[in-house]
């Protein structure tokens, strides 16, 4: 029955906007959200300064505490500025953008791996089905930054040495990406054995619709709304596990820096006094991602109370 | 007359609710005396759980007593803190559930659990109490041999009579059974009645019969009392009860249930036509004037109380 | 009863063979051994000696088959970098992670096992929703900025706690503890609390969600109705049936604990096999990455293992259903 039903008609039944209004926390984690995304995506019109043009940073502007004039060029930057006299606003604003990137197309990248997997398995049944889901089971035993780590690894020593850095995001999404499969796989499947089980999809089947039409044409549009709940929260790991893994060093380099590297950066500065440099990294990254996470909750709740 | 064991008087248990209250028990009064079996019958949600969870003092919040009162002999048992309450729980009154088969912790041996209650109760030592929970095995003929065994080990029918050995094991002077044989395989229902019977008419301790089944009603109890919407509808000696119902609800209930003792399958069952009410749509008066086929006019804005006589019904009392 | 620990021996050994694969292959097609041993000026004969002694010539299995044999003597062989015997290099360190596991577990089993229960049983309480909120923010927070905030509060601002390091070590035959000292023990407390932080809230939310799920049930309902006293009840009764699920969810992040430690090494320069894991993906140091999976791999491996046969011991329902499936 569901698989005739628009997106719209499912938005609306779900009195989705009626509990949205009804939630402040939810609303304030939205708009922060979205803020944070459009900042990131008008980066070049928003920041103050570009933080990569290097020509533009004056040394002497270096460790300039927030809403303070440097002591020798008189310049007054918001947030401050870090040891090389890099705006720190600016390079917050850079480093979103790349988090977000990194986060958004991982996700992407794990959806339709899982999604696809998933719909195979449950599908086709049989070995690739304990195929699949045997490597799934055995993945997730592992913790998925682990996973990430060790694609990293792995790849760059594939990579020859001078393009490790140059490829570093491409290798940072693709690792993110393949650790967070599962999820999205263990669903899909689920839904899909209980639809292909369902009358319309035997009648298409009947009609001689192909496997492949009858996945995503008539199993696909049942697993929309649990795949968004978990493409969401797992929206919230990927952010913490590109900045975790640029934190320590082996994910976004220094020429590309992400809110992770901006944390990793502040936190030599912490002992001697300049705290700007790593809390308000510190602080967006948080917002970033206790935002995404709250409003991951809230849609699990609103759209899969068996998610729960 | 024997002595008054349990006094209710004019109880009412409130839930408060979004909307308002709910009242899912209304100005009830009974007494239990020693030794009887008295059987509350009623279809569910009619408040005959509800009144066994007050008297032991388990109403899930957020319902809680708002009016009344509960005598245990000469203790008023409807107001007590925790401990107190502890005291008399599992001691004085104890409960069996419906289910036998999540009645028991699944963890723990049956042994164990009944050591536990023992021990919680009377002032023994933990050898004495293993043998008082031997014999309690042995009385409602369980193998002793089976001390150590988890409640899984055992049959619905074995479990249940597990949790009445539990329920007697601090020998209390009353047993509230909730529908305890209802979750039973029918063959087994029986037995188990009869030997909750049985034990209780040795041990001199008297039981409230929470079920919705007329049969086990009539070969059960010395008493019984018919709940109707979270009140009492009637009241009496179950004999007399049977042979001559009074309030028309009562006599809807008696018949429809199928008598098999006559062979009578030809004849129809007859059946109370549309359902009790929900708790918040209570109607004025009579809760059941509107299934009533001899309702009066007054019905539906009086509301009838038990009296002088058995019945709460305004065909037997004045206005 | 044996037969299912046999069987369930069985599957470890698989994984473990799968992981052994993975390291192999890792180990011998990932970045290039001979290029790495000898650098980029050998001689064409200095390296057809160097492939034969490695036995790169060999076919698969019997390189995997040697690979394996190696590493269950323990003998990974060398670092890129430095030219040191990995196992040596875990040998040294391994002692520095292990304890600050082990300390990060209990930490978090502690506080998270008090913290589930306290909030399930007082779950309408004004101290319960603060917890339960705080929580959430927790979740929210990723370990490294746990445990820089932590730095920045308690070694920068106050001056308390060391940031770094593992203090003085106490050498008891090759294990090296930081236990037994005054100094030893101050470094543990800040990693220890940013790498347990996270498992404690996760086994907070776990052991209250099942708490009040079991608190539901007749069994309890039941035992209250026997007069037994609260206190029996919620932990007689309620905590043993709670445990169970959480044993599991406990045993596997001990694992996470391990991988975990990584983000909490370098931040507090704790000298581990996780910090030694991180230079070495920086570096491809390739050794050590094969090396480092295998050990944790193994790690996992028997966490899982002990975390199977201890639900079996606890919960008798499962060990007689696995028996009757065994003997039908």
Redesign the interface.
């Known amino acids: 029955m569901s698989a005739k039903k628009s997106l719209m008609g499912r938005f609306r039944e779900s009195d989705f906007l009626y509990d949205f209004k009804r939630s402040p926390v939810t609303v304030v984690s939205f708009v922060i959200v979205v803020m944070l995304i459009l900042l990131a995506v008008f980066a070049d019109l928003v920041a103050p300064t570009n933080p990569f043009d290097a020509g533009s940073l004056n040394l002497m502007n270096g460790f300039t505490p927030p809403m303070q004039p440097n002591a020798f060029t008189g310049e007054t930057f918001y947030l401050g500025t870090d040891d090389q006299g890099r705006d720190l606003l600016s390079a917050i604003i850079f480093g979103l953008r790349v988090s977000l990137f990194v986060g958004l197309t991982a996700v992407i990248l794990a959806m339709v791996l899982g999604v696809s997997l998933g719909l195979i398995a449950g599908y086709r049944g049989g070995w690739v089905d304990s195929l699949i889901m045997r490597a799934a089971d055995i993945q997730v035993t592992f913790p998925s930054i682990l996973i990430a780590m060790l694609i990293f690894g792995i790849a760059r020593g594939l990579l020859p040495p001078h393009m490790r850095d140059e490829l570093a995001i491409t290798v940072l999404i693709i690792a993110i990406g393949l650790s967070e499969w599962v999820p999205f796989a263990r669903t899909v499947r689920g839904t899909t054995m209980v639809e292909k089980e369902k009358e319309y999809v035997q009648a298409a089947r009947l009609i001689g619709l192909g496997s492949g039409q009858i996945m995503v044409r008539h199993i696909l549009p049942n697993v929309l709304s649990p795949v968004l709940v978990i493409a969401t929260i797992t929206l919230a790991l990927a952010i913490i596990a590109e900045a975790t893994l640029s934190f320590l060093g082996v994910g976004a380099p220094p020429t590309e820096p992400s809110l992770g590297t901006l944390i990793r950066i502040g936190q030599d500065f912490l002992f001697s006094g300049e705290w700007w440099i790593l809390l308000f990294p510190a602080a967006t990254l948080l917002a970033l991602a206790l935002s995404v996470n709250l409003l991951g909750d809230w849609l699990r709740d609103i759209l899969n109370p068996r998610l729960k | 007359m024997s002595e008054t064991i349990l006094s209710v008087r004019n109880l009412r248990v409130v839930f408060p609710h979004r909307h308002g209250v709910l009242v899912p028990i209304d100005e009830i009064s009974f007494d239990v005396k020693k030794g009887e079996i008295i059987g509350f019958v009623g279809e569910s949600g009619a408040g005959k759980s509800m009144t066994g969870a007050a008297i032991?003092g388990?109403i899930d919040p957020p319902g809680y007593i708002e009016r009344g009162e509960i005598w245990l002999k000469e203790e008023r048992i409807d107001q007590l803190g925790?401990?107190a309450?502890?005291?008399?729980?599992?001691?004085r009154i104890?409960?069996v559930?419906q289910?036998p088969l999540?009645?028991?912790?699944?963890?723990?041996t049956i042994g164990d659990q009944l050591v536990?209650?023992i021990l919680?109760?009377l002032p023994v030592s933990a050898d004495e109490a293993k043998r008082k929970a031997i014999a309690g095995l042995e009385e409602v003929d369980i193998d002793p041999e089976r001390f150590n065994a988890?409640p899984?080990?055992f049959s619905g029918g074995m479990r249940q009579r597990v949790?009445i050995a539990?329920?007697l094991s601090?020998e209390p002077e009353l047993i509230i059974a909730d529908e305890p044989t209802t979750a039973l395989d029918v063959s087994v229902q029986a037995q188990v009645l009869e030997l909750l019977k049985k034990l209780c008419r040795e041990h001199g301790a008297s039981v409230i019969l929470i079920t919705h089944d007329m049969g086990v009603i009539a070969e059960t109890t010395d008493r019984v009392a018919v709940l109707y919407a979270g009140r009492l509808a009637e009241i009496g000696d179950t004999q007399t009860l049977l042979r001559d119902p009074q309030h028309p609800y009562t006599k809807g209930l008696i018949a429809s249930t199928p008598s098999v003792e006559y062979g009578d399958i030809s004849t129809e069952l007859f059946q109370i036509t549309g359902a009790m009410p929900r708790l918040d749509a209570l109607p004025d008066g009579c809760a059941f004037h509107p299934r009533c086929g001899q309702a009066l006019a007054h019905c539906a804005t009086k509301r009838p109380h038990i009296e002088r006589n058995r019945v709460a019904c305004w065909l037997y009392n004045d206005v | 009863m044996l037969l299912i620990i046999l069987r369930r021996l069985g599957q470890s050994v698989f994984v473990l063979f799968l992981v052994a694969f993975v390291s192999f292959m890792m180990f011998r097609y990932v970045g290039n051994p001979v290029d790495n041993l000898l650098g980029q000026e050998a001689t064409v004969e200095q390296r057809e000696a160097l492939i034969e002694a490695l036995g790169l010539n060999d076919p698969l299995h019997t390189q995997y088959l040697g690979f394996v044999t190696r590493a269950l003597q323990f003998d990974f062989g060398n670092s890129y970098r430095g030219a040191q015997p990995v196992a040596d290099m875990i040998l040294e360190r391994l002692p520095a992670t292990l304890e600050l596991a082990l300390v990060s577990a209990l930490f978090a089993m502690l506080f998270g096992v008090i913290a589930g229960v306290y909030t399930a049983i007082f779950r309408n309480g004004f101290s319960a929703h603060l917890i339960m909120s705080t929580s959430l923010i927790g979740v929210s927070l990723p370990t490294f900025l746990i445990g820089v905030l932590l730095i920045w509060l308690f070694a920068v601002e106050l001056g308390w706690l060391p940031s770094f390091g593992r203090g003085e070590t106490v050498q008891i035959g090759f294990w090296s503890t930081s236990l037994l000292t005054v100094s030893g023990l101050k470094s543990m407390v800040l990693p220890a609390i940013t790498l347990g932080l996270y498992q404690m809230t996760l086994i907070m939310r776990l052991v209250r969600a099942e708490m009040l799920e079991i608190l539901r049930q007749d069994f309890i309902r039941f035992a209250r109705a026997r007069g037994l006293p609260e206190r029996v009840v919620y932990f007689g009764h309620a905590l043993k049936n709670t445990l169970v699920p959480v044993i599991t969810v406990a045993g596997l992040q001990l694992g996470s604990i391990v991988a975990f430690a990584i983000i909490t090494e370098t931040v507090f320069q704790w000298p581990g096999v996780g910090l030694m894991f991180i230079n070495a993906v920086f570096f491809v140091d390739i050794p050590v990455m094969s090396a480092y999976l295998l050990l944790v791999g193994t790690l996992f491996v028997v966490i899982n293992l002990i975390v199977d046969l201890l639900y079996l011991a606890i919960d008798p329902r499962i060990r007689d259903s696995q028996l009757k499936r065994q003997s039908t």
Do not use: C, K, Q, W
């Open positions: 032991i388990l925790i401990s309450a502890n005291r008399i729980r599992g001691r104890s409960m559930f289910d999540t009645s028991l912790n699944p963890l723990r536990e209650t919680t109760h988890y899984h080990e949790v539990l329920a601090a």
